[in-house]
T-cell receptor, first 111, second 112 residues
Framework: DGGITQSPKYLFRKEGQNVTLSCEQNLNHDAMYWYRQDPGQGLRLIYYSQIVNDFQKGDIAEGYSVSREKKESFPLTVTSAQKNPTAFYLC??????????FGSGTRLTVV | GQQLNQSPQSMFIQEGEDVSMNCTSSSIFNTWLWYKQDPGEGPVLLIALYKAGELTSNGRLTAQFGITRKDSFLNISASIPSDVGIYFCAGQGLSGTYKYIFGTGTRLKVLA
């Protein structure tokens, strides 16, 4: 079955640590996205990529980094520079002019 | 960044009632999408609209692409407890592009 997989489902980070969230898709979609969702809030775009080895900053890129070395994979690193990283992170992918397919999310908590 | 305005922000309704929500933009869109997000999960696509005036149904859900191309509407008939969640609209202004702009969400709670 084609889909988009995020892992882990839950992640705990200590202050000052970098952590990497995984996102893999087998839909052969060109574009991939990372969104952040805070409790009771909407979706805020962190980074997106429309082609391998290229990506663009979204609205809240500070404190985050990404890579797109393979079409199927778009990992997100939450760096120690992100001062308030506790949130629900969603990955999505799509083809041109088509709607997004979302993963099931990773809940990151700072401990 | 730009976000679409959704209304209402949240609503409590009784089971069996009909629900209406809308999404408005200051610019014209060529595509409107409606998603539902269950608690702790990713959003799932409910309905896609591609033409001004288009009316599309998916079970108890009906969505319309506004004639002005600056708004869209979602109706849920005879609501049930599993309708609870956040409903997002999303719009795309240019055909042949990838990125969508998302609405702020409507939080629906159904009282049994």
């Amino acid at each position: 079955d084609g889909g988009i997989t995020q892992s882990p489902k839950y992640l705990f980070r200590k202050e000052g640590q970098n952590v990497t969230l995984s996102c893999e898709q087998n839909l052969n979609h060109d574009a991939m996205y990372w969104y952040r969702q805070d409790p009771g809030q909407g979706l805020r775009l962190i980074y997106y990529s429309q082609i391998v080895n290229d990506f663009q900053k979204g609205d809240i890129a500070e404190g985050y980094s990404v890579s797109r070395e393979k079409k199927e994979s778009f990992p997100l690193t939450v760096t120690s520079a992100q001062k308030n990283p506790t949130a629900f992170y969603l990955c999505a992918s799509n083809q041109v002019s088509y709607g997004y397919t979302f993963g099931s999310g990773t809940r990151l908590t700072v401990v | 960044g730009q976000q679409l305005n959704q209304s209402p922000q949240s609503m409590f309704i009784q089971e069996g009632e009909d629900v209406s929500m809308n999404c408005t933009s200051s610019s014209i869109f060529n595509t409107w999408l409606w998603y539902k997000q269950d608690p702790g999960e990713g959003p799932v696509l409910l309905i896609a609209l591609y033409k001004a005036g288009e009316l599309t149904s998916n079970g108890r859900l009906t969505a319309q692409f506004g004639i002005t191309r600056k708004d869209s509407f979602l109706n849920i008939s005879a609501s049930i407890p599993s309708d609870v969640g956040i409903y997002f609209c999303a719009g795309q202004g240019l055909s042949g592009t990838y990125k969508y702009i998302f609405g702020t969400g409507t939080r629906l709670k159904v009282l049994a």
